[in-house]
């Protein structure tokens, strides 16, 4: 899918199978992954890779989703990472605050990840 360089994905949730399965998928399809089991541990992440995307749980131990995306939104970067919220919480008051704290995608889990690949080739698409 990617022939030049592969986009970077950064993967945060605190279920490690999940995690694993998310990787497994985004690897195949041709993704540099790298993964953290908390918020503290994305944000450090981020601030030291510098990922194309980041696939957040919101609610993980240490620092939530939300305030990853914020502190991530601060950084200002260029160009701004596509920010992928995938999550348990599903109602539209949850999906508002996480969309104010900077996702440009929310997701409720379960979901079906070639919806949540096709949302992020669309985001990182040269436009």
Known sequence: MFTAEAARLL???DDPDLLAAYGLFFYDYGFDIRIAVNGADALAEYCAWHPAVV???IEMPRLDGRAVARE???VRAT???LLVALT???TPSERAESMRSGFDYYFVKPVLMPVVLAAINLG???R
Do not use: K, N
Request: no cysteine.
């Open 11 to 13: 993967i945060a949730d």
């Open 55 to 57: 696939l957040l749980d």
């Open 72 to 74: 991530i939104r601060g």
């Open 79 to 81: 160009p701004a990472p």
């Open 88 to 90: 348990g919480l599903a």
């Open 124 to 126: 990182i698409a040269p």
